[in-house]
DNA sequence: GCAAATTAATGATTTATTCAAG
DNA sequence: CTTGAATAAATCATTAATTTGC
């Protein structure tokens, strides 16, 4: 092995186990003078130059990092799994993970005045209400509630929308809207985990949206 | 407890039973239509707004990213202390942790030939020699060593290096330069680990630089 | 036991970062 | 390259827990 004209430095054993002991004692990034004292004693053991001994140390710690580093997100993944595990016992509240699986839908608004009361409203506005799609990013976004009304005949879309001012959460003519465009029905409180047949099947094996 | 006044809101135990086993079924961000849900049915617990129902799945995620993120870093700082306790059994190798502890150095440059021969000297410049301190960082400055001699006397620095060619690794005009200001010695092996008398005992207890 | 004082949790807000569309 | 939406991170502020002296 590693012949007179070998273009590439190849440590020997002892070389490479005094290197790893240098490494484990915490030398990482040795200065120049480390790296010629270190060369200097492992030319002892064989032709070696600085430069083998900077890149060594160099390519040591990044692998090392790199190792590291899968072996943490490895870890993680398996927490992430475990959890999944844990959905699959909870897969009754699966059902919230979906938007647009009911065409049943109760809201209620919380709106700040002087004397801080809160407004409940519910409607049914099955099958053409449809609700902007996405995730809520703000608190506004959350309560503002813009939805659309598609009449099925006409096919005309409707804009509505909750007015809330920004940061303010005053809300504006809801009962107007809200009576004008839902057919408004007595108050009553929605199963969390409504199970439609259509999925209760499935429900139990699938994943979560990321 | 949660007055009617109060500024903001505090979940009840129900509210926030339904909410984490909401959170651990996999939901994160829900959407709009997501938390009008939720909001309505844990209004039946007690006083909730849309907002609480954003925030609160906010800010679990994010502490719960925190938690997760603080476990990984202390496992770090575990695993480098473990390093650091096997360093205090290898001590021996610690010298080779701080420059200029001692006077005496020996170099050792390879340079690359057709014939990939191996060059070595060393000098001994006590106490004029300054080496240019930190680590390498490059291979070129692994071997170019550079260094200024300060004559006491004169108080005057001589700048001196060994010059490779980038990537090169041709030294140049070694011997004339390394002659004209190092006393050169005949070649001897260091030991790697060399003691100084006035660091012995220390060095068994000392912490190695971060 | 209990109430003031201190600390830890956590709700609410603001700021920074990322990423994709134009 | 700029802009805007979405997200994450950092921070502020209030409440719940806890400690402490009596």
Not at 91 to 102: E, R, V
């Given at each position: 092995m590693s012949p007179a004209g070998s273009s590439r430095w190849s440590p020997t054993t002892e070389q490479l186990m005094i290197l790893e002991e240098l490494y484990r004692s915490?030398?990482?990034?040795?200065?120049a003078s480390q790296i010629q004292q270190i060369t200097t004693h492992l030319s002892f053991y064989g032709r070696i130059e600085g430069k083998n001994v900077f890149y060594w140390f160099q390519n040591h710690k990044a692998r090392d990092r790199q190792k590291l580093r899968r072996k943490l997100t490895k870890q993680l993944q398996l927490q992430q799994q475990q959890q999944q595990q844990q959905f699959q016992l909870h897969?009754?509240?699966?059902?919230?993970?979906?938007?647009?699986?009911?065409n049943h839908f109760v809201g209620s608004f919380g709106y700040s005045t002087a004397r801080s009361t809160t407004h409940d409203f519910s409607f049914f506005n099955s099958p053409s209400l449809i609700f902007q799609g996405g995730?809520?990013?703000t608190p506004e976004q959350a309560l503002s509630c813009k939805w659309n009304v598609q009449?099925?005949?006409?096919n005309l879309v409707e804009n509505k929308e909750m007015a809330f001012c920004n940061y303010g959460w005053t809300l504006v003519d809801v009962d107007n809207q809200a009576s004008s465009c839902c057919t408004t029905r007595p108050l009553k409180t929605l199963d969390l985990f409504p199970l439609t047949t259509t999925r209760i099947n499935e429900d139990c094996t699938a994943t979560p949206p990321k």
């Open positions: 915490g030398i990482r990034t040795p200065s897969h009754h509240c699966q059902q919230l993970n979906q938007d647009h699986i009911t995730a809520a990013n009449n099925p005949q006409s």
